[in-house]
């Protein structure tokens, strides 16, 4: 069983910028994909961005359309941590954030934080 803890929310003004950390108990590249989601009160989870391992012998990120320009998305497995850089924040952005791995390319995640509470004030 793989843990993933989040850390780094807290409560931000608009504008300003936060970096999520999720550290993971097992080597972070063993895990094909691993990925930020967040759920804002009300509404389902939703996708923020992704990095995926090609073989290439690089990662690929992806991101939401509402982050993209914003966000950062970056793991140091050396560290077994993934990261999110979040600048340039918006209210809209306030939502409980979860980390999230899987061994596959595609399909359903194995490995779920717990999440972290990210507020932006306007």
């Known amino acids: 069983q793989v843990q993933l803890v989040e850390s780094g929310g807290g409560l931000v003004q608009a504008g300003g910028s936060l970096r999520l950390s999720c550290v993971a108990s097992?080597?972070?590249?063993?895990?094909?994909?691993m990925g930020w989601f967040r759920q804002a009160p009300g509404k389902e989870r939703e996708f923020v961005a992704a990095?995926?391992?090609?073989?290439?012998?690089?990662?690929?990120?992806y991101y939401a359309e509402s982050v993209k320009g914003r966000f950062t998305i970056s793991r140091d497995n050396a560290k077994n941590t993934l990261y999110l850089q979040m600048n340039s924040l918006k209210a809209e952005d306030t939502a409980v954030y979860y980390c999230a791995g899987r061994v596959t390319t595609s399909g359903e995640y194995d490995y779920w934080g717990q999440g972290t509470q990210v507020t932006v004030s306007s």
């Open positions: 097992r080597r972070t590249f063993s895990m094909n994909t």
């Open positions: 990095s995926v391992w090609s073989t290439d012998v690089t990662y690929y990120r």
